[in-house]
């Protein structure tokens, strides 16, 4: 029989831990041919998360964990859970059952019988949401697609089953930033996608606010496309272009016409605060990558486990 691994990223997810664990058993258990276990990474949670993940490990013997010292992100939730996996396929899903439980066994179908190395899900509806939230990740996945290679599909979310050649590639990428949306694209294989309707959360808060959504969206763009360095070079080039031009024609009229350059006070206050401007866009751009270099240069790990049920995750 084939084994399957579910991994949960929490934080602060307390009044959803038991729900979540017997939401997804009572529909996985219904699925014959596989033998599902769960990873529950607790991402340093303040509230009662961890006692009651420890008590579903104590009481359930296909319930690992892992509990970071604080909290480092999903994203760090995520690596942890994937390094920890060892199932023939694994799949990353929400504590809050935003992600529908439902859509495990067609994952699995697609993963085993259909060929495909991963699927994922999509969402096709962002009820609930707040309108500006959703315009601004349109125009994200408009930006990010437009200047990198990778393909990052609108909606999709970190709701995923992958083989376990796909498992060990994604681990095998070492960057400590880590955004998996791009990475999931980057390492290739075969997706399958399927769309499902946005669910309401039942308990619990969503952890995203609008300032940490848009820093989200910045680490996307500078983790998988170094096309806006590019873009000020061009500006650069365009503008120095212009001002030789005009260069060109102030002499001319200065030689030919005889005409004396004159009053230009304001042209002279603008072109000097939007070449500024320009430069000290530029040096934020640039500020950005080097930030980003300086950090993985650091070399410091993803996360660090203060306790976990897993025999080997030390070395991990
Ligand atoms: N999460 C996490 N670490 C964080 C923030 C969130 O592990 O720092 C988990 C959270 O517990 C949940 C999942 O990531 O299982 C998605 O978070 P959330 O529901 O807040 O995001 P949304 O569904 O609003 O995108
Ligand atoms: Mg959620």
């Known amino acids: 029989m084939k084994t399957v691994e579910l991994i949960v990223p929490c934080y602060n997810e307390g009044k959803m831990i038991n729900l979540f664990y017997s939401t997804t058993t009572d529909i996985v258990s219904k699925i014959n041919g596989y ?19 420890r008590e579903l490990a104590k009481n359930n013997r296909n319930v690992k964990y892992i509990s970071f010292s604080r909290n480092f992100g999903k994203e760090a939730a995520m690596y942890a859970g994937l390094k920890a996996s060892t199932a023939d396929a694994v799949a990353v899903i929400d504590a809050d059952l935003q992600h529908p439980p439902e859509l495990i066994e067609t994952m699995l179908k697609a993963v085993f019988e259909e060929g495909y190395d991963s699927c994922s899900a999509r969402r096709v509806s962002r009820k609930g949401e707040p309108k500006l939230r959703s315009m601004f990740s349109r125009l994200f996945y408009k930006i990010i ?86 873009i000020i070079n061009l500006i650069g080039i365009f503008v120095s272009g212009l001002s030789f031009l005009y260069l060109l024609v102030e002499f001319i009229k200065k030689l030919i016409l005889g005409k004396a350059v004159l009053a230009g006070y304001t042209s002279l206050i603008m072109v000097m605060l939007f070449i500024g401007g320009i430069i000290i866009t530029s040096l934020g751009i640039i500020g950005e990558y080097l930030a980003k270099m300086y950090i993985e240069v650091k070399n410091r790990p993803v996360f660090i486990t203060r306790e976990t049920n897993i025999k080997d995750m030390s070395d991990k």
């Open 145 to 230: 697609n437009k200047m990198s290679e990778v393909e990052i599909i609108d909606g999709a979310v970190d709701f995923r089953m992958m083989k376990r050649e796909m498992v060990n590639a994604v681990c095998n990428l070492s960057e400590k930033q880590r955004f998996s949306k791009g990475i999931f694209c980057w390492v290739g294989f075969n997706t399958k996608w399927i769309e499902f309707k946005n669910v309401e959360r039942i308990a619990g808060q969503s952890k995203w606010s609008f300032w940490s959504l848009f820093k989200y969206a910045v680490d996307g763009i500078v983790a998988f496309t170094t096309a806006p360095l590019k």
């Open 35 to 53: 033998i599902f276990s769960f990873i529950f990474v607790d991402d340093g949670s303040k509230d009662d998360t961890l006692p009651k993940i």
